[in-house]
């Protein structure tokens, strides 16, 4: 999590390094080096805490608390499978038979991508988790 955050992070670590050290260069890049080091080296403590939220979620008495992931990752698929697939195929049995053409297919925002990567990637981290912390209670 924090490795895909770096790119982020990166650019507003260097700003602000360089706004309280302007004139000494090295200590600059020395303090942006570390703070670079930090945020890497506390990547695991990060994301084992995020797989305890997921685990936690899906072990939770309450059915939304524990299903909202997946369901938010079915409706994600259901719009991608319309999209891609089911859509495309409509509008050309339309056009073959009519000879008319009806858009179906909808732009998708970026941050529909962006989440389902990371809903993806917390399950499988949270799925990891829950194998792991299996294996360990045996």
């Given at each position: ?25 090295n ?70 038979t ?27 981290v ?13």
């Amino acid at each position: 999590m924090i490795a895909a955050l770096l790119p982020v992070l990166g650019p507003i670590v260097k700003d602000v390094v360089g706004r309280v050290l302007p004139a000494d260069k090295n200590a600059a890049q020395k303090l942006e080096s570390e703070l670079n080091m930090a945020m890497m080296s506390n990547s695991a403590a990060i994301e084992q805490a995020a797989a305890s939220v997921v685990i936690a979620e899906a072990k939770s008495e309450h059915k939304i608390t524990a299903t909202w992931r997946p369901i938010l990752m079915l409706v994600i698929t259901a719009i991608v499978g319309w999209n891609y697939l089911f859509a495309p195929l409509i509008e050309l049995i339309v056009q073959l038979t009519t000879n008319n053409q009806i858009p179906l297919t909808i732009e998708l925002p970026e941050e529909l991508w962006t989440l389902l990567t990371v809903g993806v990637g917390g399950y499988i981290v949270g799925r990891s988790g829950e194998k792991v912390a299996g294996k360990l209670k045996k």
